[in-house]
């Protein structure tokens, strides 16, 4: 269970917030009912609230008839035991902005956020098909109705994408469906600027645990791809009814999505090999080895999702054997053009999103349009560090030549720490295979310099004596 105002993680039976202090009601709570709103007028008389749609532990949703336009629309009403709590309404406003940076026919549209005395109301688009969570049956869907939806969500994700956010909480819950059908993307109130600078609180994972990327599960910084994992997973649950990761408790879950591989055998007799391929790439633990744009796992979808059924797996004599995953192995590393899973037949290649190839090895970097946010910092921290290392060598060359302890006090009090530091910079910017990662290993070159200066250092011999000639900087 989540916190309704904050989004951190709480125990089921948890009344409160401990670390925003907000109360906790979900829509299966057993207390008394909330406030009724039908029959109302809001703004003035503008809207006449006619009926309830849902609600859950952030608000409740009303149909209701703007009077002024004379149409239907939906109401979003912040909890009034919320109202007070200024990380609520920060998230109801942040959601609103959002929405309102996008116009796409797969994502909800917001028109209006006002207060309505104490109470803080946002104005969106009705969709009148209920979530997908009521459109997937204990088995699934078929493949084709899955992949149709799966598309739609996917060009929804991508027009957020491209409006420079990251949704973090994508799920089936936050997908509605219109009167036609079509999937409709929304709640984007833990949604981040790609291009803003991230502020990382301790202990603190925004999104749904089921539905979290292994980033986001370690504490790392999220970009698009994280929004492809929570794809995937979305995509495995249409088509087999569960999700990949849901048993046990929370901290099983999180471990299972840092270390267990997903049940791609639970796939067999549900859909193509082709889309089976592209649930192991969207799951894949690495975000480099991911799809890198939302565009370019639907083109892969509909490619994968025209190959032939794979055969149902025959019934097993217990001791059963263990799962295998029965999609094909992809190679990342040089992918052949007649055989690469995730590209259309005489399709285009994936566009490049902010600076991240599509190809999902990610070895080769754009640096088109914006680099992810992360990037700048880490950059920054790498030139520093490098420079601090070169600054650091000179020193410690420059006391070997003159005194032999003055040079053991540098390397201990300065060139070792430097030199691990450096060490987990690198390997923490390299994680993820962009440029920063490759800038911060060349930092570690300076360090070659210890290596030089120990070897000045070491002077062997006994009782003053040198066995090996001549010290190479005193001669003696």
Not at 96 to 112: C, K
Not at 238 to 256: C, H, M, N, Q, V
Request: glycine fraction near 10%; hydrophobic fraction near 45%.
């Amino acid at each position: 269970m989540l916190c309704p105002a904050c989004r951190q993680s709480l125990t089921s039976d948890a009344l409160f917030c401990l670390r925003c202090g907000a109360p906790v009601r979900g829509v299966d709570d057993a207390g008394p009912p909330r406030q009724s709103y039908i029959g109302q007028q809001f703004a003035d008389g503008r809207y006449d609230l006619v009926r309830e749609l849902g609600g859950g532990g952030m608000g409740t949703v009303l149909e209701a008839l703007d009077r002024r336009l004379n149409r239907k629309v939906a109401l979003k009403i912040l909890h009034p035991e919320l109202v007070a709590h200024a990380s609520a309404r920060r998230r109801m406003a942040q959601e609103a902005q959002a929405l309102a940076r996008i116009e796409h026919p797969n994502v909800v549209r917001v028109f209006d956020v006002f207060d309505e005395g104490p109470l803080l109301v946002m104005v969106m688009e009705l969709v009148s098909g209920g979530d997908l969570r009521r459109h997937i049956g204990p088995n699934g869907l078929a493949e084709a109705r899955a992949v149709a939806l799966m598309g739609g969500v996917l060009a929804g994700l991508q027009a957020i994408h491209d409006a420079g956010l990251i949704h973090r909480d994508l799920k089936p819950g936050n997908v509605l469906l219109a009167a036609d059908g079509t999937p409709k993307v929304t709640d984007l109130g833990v949604a981040r600027d790609s291009t803003a600078r991230e502020r990382t609180q301790l202990g603190a994972t925004l999104g749904t645990l089921e539905y979290i990327s292994p980033e986001q599960v370690q504490g790392f910084s999220v970009d698009v791809r994280s929004d492809l994992y929570a794809a995937g997973i979305v995509l495995f649950e249409l088509l087999t009814g569960r999700k990949p990761y849901d048993a046990g408790s929370d901290f099983e879950i999180t471990a299972a999505h840092v270390q267990q591989a997903p049940r791609l055998d639970l796939l067999n007799g549900r859909c193509g090999a082709g889309t089976v391929a592209v649930v192991q790439i969207a799951l894949a633990k690495e975000r480099h080895q991911r799809f890198g744009s939302a565009q370019a796992m639907a083109t892969a979808l509909r490619s994968g999702a025209a190959r032939a059924p794979m055969p149902a797996a025959p019934p097993t004599v217990s001791p059963p054997p263990p799962p295998v995953p029965v999609a094909p192995v992809v190679a990342f590393s040089r992918p052949a053009a007649a055989a690469d899973p995730w590209k259309a037949p005489g399709s285009d290649p994936p566009p490049v999103l902010h600076g991240i190839s599509a190809n999902p090895r990610q070895w080769s970097i754009s640096f088109s349009g914006r680099l992810p946010r992360g990037a700048y910092f880490g950059s920054s921290v790498a030139l520093a560090f490098g420079v601090i290392a070169a600054v650091v060598i000179a020193a410690m060359i420059a006391a070997v030549a003159k005194s032999d302890d003055l040079a053991v006090v540098f390397l201990l009090i300065l060139a070792l720490p430097a030199g691990l530091f450096g060490l987990s910079l690198s390997v923490r910017r390299a994680h993820d295979c962009d440029w920063t990662g490759w800038f911060a290993i060349l930092t570690l070159i300076p360090y070659l310099g210890f290596v030089f200066s120990l070897m000045l250092l070491f002077n062997p011999g006994t009782s003053g004596s040198n066995r090996y000639g001549p010290d190479p900087l005193t001669g003696a």
